[in-house]
C-alpha cells in the first residue's frame, strides 16, 4: 500500500509532490486532468462490460488546479479550473502517473 505524499504544492502548471522515500514527482495539471479516474472521463461499466457514458477527450489545455483535499487515508481529489473535481486518485494511481 502507497503512503500518503508529504507534500504537494502548485508549482507554476506543475503539481510538485514529494514522497515518502525521497521521491518526487511534478505533473503538469493538464495532464492530471487528462487522467483523472472520474466516471465522467472514464465511463462505467454495465454488466456486460460495455462503456456507459465518459468522454472521449484527451486534451485539456489550459487547465490548471485551484486546489486539492484528502480522501480518507487513500486519495486526493483535485478541484480544476474547468469546473471538474469528481476524480478520487488513489496514491498508488497518483504514484503510477
Do not use: K
Not at 514522497?19 to 492530471?32: K, M, N, S, T, V
Not at 489545455?61 to 478520487?88: C, E, K, M
Amino acid at each position: 500500500m502507497q503512503p500518503p505524499p508529504q507534500r504537494l504544492e502548485l508549482i507554476g502548471e506543475e503539481l510538485a509532490i514529494v514522497w515518502p522515500d525521497g521521491h518526487e514527482q511534478f505533473i503538469a495539471c493538464e495532464r492530471l486532468r487528462a487522467a483523472s479516474p472520474s466516471a465522467e472521463n472514464t465511463g462505467e461499466r454495465d454488466l456486460m462490460g460495455r462503456r456507459i457514458g465518459g468522454s472521449d477527450q484527451t486534451s485539456f489545455p489550459g487547465v490548471t488546479l485551484r486546489g486539492w483535499r484528502p480522501v480518507g487515508g487513500y486519495a486526493i481529489q483535485f478541484d480544476f479550473s474547468d469546473g471538474h473535481n469528481t476524480g478520487l486518485y488513489t496514491f498508488e494511481y497518483l504514484r503510477s502517473l
